[in-house]
């Protein structure tokens, strides 16, 4: 994975010290050290010298600074083992035994949606887990948008995913991707900037200007037993210590009407 600062080559060449590190993330904040060492309540000569080398910062200090630039979880551990300190926080595969006080309840809220479809993604939005009633959601796309690993943004905007089984179009992803991308400038998260340049040739050119008719982007997923009209939901996990769960989104596809509830129940009987 390319680190969050690749591109970042008018200031640095990569940062790989704690004060390149700690320049890079204080400019991508736009904060000046004088705002940084005032809102941190450090000596500004200080950060300074711990910016340009002259002095080795504490494990605390690090952490104190990672704090008030809200640093990913991931760049923390970065920043604490460029200055030579074990990592903050866990950073194991999802599937790892580490992970499984995590997985074991997922799991279980996943099953719970039954017959809802839901799913997980990682922070790339690559599939990791989903329920039985989630291969509604890929039952009929083009089978090149199957292979692993799969990518439920990738489904939801290629011609050949979901909207050749629903009525779906990229237009409706327009507002998911937007928040994207602002998180990826946020978190200065290059792969993920990388994964949405590539789907941008597959929006809309030009924005739906007309009013909204209704409060959600709902969606009608073609079944065997008729459509089914769904909108989505995407939740986190609240207060994550590790890295892997920080970047997970729950996506859950909730009927709007009875029917399409009844319609699911009755396709999760058949499964």
Same mark, same amino acid.
């Given at each position: 994975m390319r680190p969050p600062y690749a591109d970042f080559v008018t200031v640095l060449e990569e940062p790989q010290t704690v004060g390149e590190m700690l320049r890079f993330w204080r400019m991508h904040?736009?904060?000046?050290? =004088?705002?940084?060492? +005032? &809102? *941190?309540?450090?000596?500004?000569?200080? @950060?300074?010298?711990?910016?340009?080398?002259?002095?080795?910062?504490?494990?605390?200090?690090?952490?104190?600074?990672?704090?008030?630039?809200d640093l990913p979880l991931a760049e923390q551990n970065r920043l604490l083992l460029a200055g030579g300190f074990a990592p903050r926080y866990l950073d194991e595969p999802y599937h790892s035994d580490?992970?499984?006080?995590?997985?074991?309840? =997922?799991?279980?809220? +996943? &099953? *719970?949606?039954?017959?809802?479809?839901? @799913?997980i993604v990682d922070g790339l939005w690559n599939l990791i887990d989903a329920n039985a009633a989630a291969s509604l959601l890929w039952d009929g796309v083009d089978p090149e948008l199957l292979k692993p690993p799969m990518n439920m943004l990738r489904l939801a905007l290629h011609p050949g995913g979901l909207p050749s089984i629903s009525s779906m179009t990229a237009a409706c992803s327009v507002p998911l991707i937007h928040q994207l991308k602002r998180k990826s400038r946020d978190t200065a998260d290059q792969p993920l900037a990388d994964l949405l340049e590539q789907l941008e040739p597959y929006l809309p050119d030009n924005p739906v200007t007309g009013p909204s008719q209704q409060p959600m982007v709902t969606l009608d997923l073609q079944t065997r037993l008729g459509p089914v009209r769904l909108f989505t939901l995407i939740a986190t996990i609240g207060a994550p210590l590790e890295v892997t769960a920080a970047n997970l989104a729950i996506e859950t596809f909730l009927p709007t009407d009875p029917t399409s509830s009844e319609r699911l129940r009755a396709l999760a009987q058949t499964q």
């Open positions: 904040r736009k904060l000046s050290q =004088l705002e940084l060492a +005032l &809102d *941190a309540e450090v000596s500004t000569k200080h @950060l300074s010298f711990v910016e340009t080398g002259r002095a080795q910062p504490s494990r605390q200090l690090l952490v104190h600074l990672s704090n008030h630039l580490a992970m499984l006080p995590l997985r074991e309840p =997922l799991r279980q809220l +996943l &099953d *719970a949606h039954l017959p809802n479809p839901a @799913l």
